[in-house]
């Protein structure tokens, strides 16, 4: 397991888990309040990037020909 102190303070903030001592082991993980409060900007990203993909050419697949 890799400590928390060496983990990117981002990911720390957005999400957390929940580690059980248990075997086979069970980790939860949800979102904190912080990671929630990103969702409308991620769901903003998101729908830009798949109006920008509708808007680009679609370049057709090489096809092999049978002579």
């Given at each position: 397991m890799v400590p928390l102190a060496h983990r990117h303070?981002?990911?720390?903030?957005?999400g957390?888990?929940?580690?059980?001592?248990?075997?086979?082991?069970?980790?939860?993980y949800r979102l904190t309040e912080w990671g929630q409060a990103m969702c409308p900007a991620?769901?903003?990203?998101?729908?830009?990037?798949?109006?920008e993909e509708a808007l680009q050419p679609r370049e057709e697949p090489d096809q092999e020909t049978t002579d």
């Open positions: 303070q981002c990911a720390d903030q957005a957390a888990r929940k580690i059980y001592p248990q075997v086979s082991p069970k980790v939860e991620l769901d903003a990203l998101l729908k830009w990037a798949e109006k």
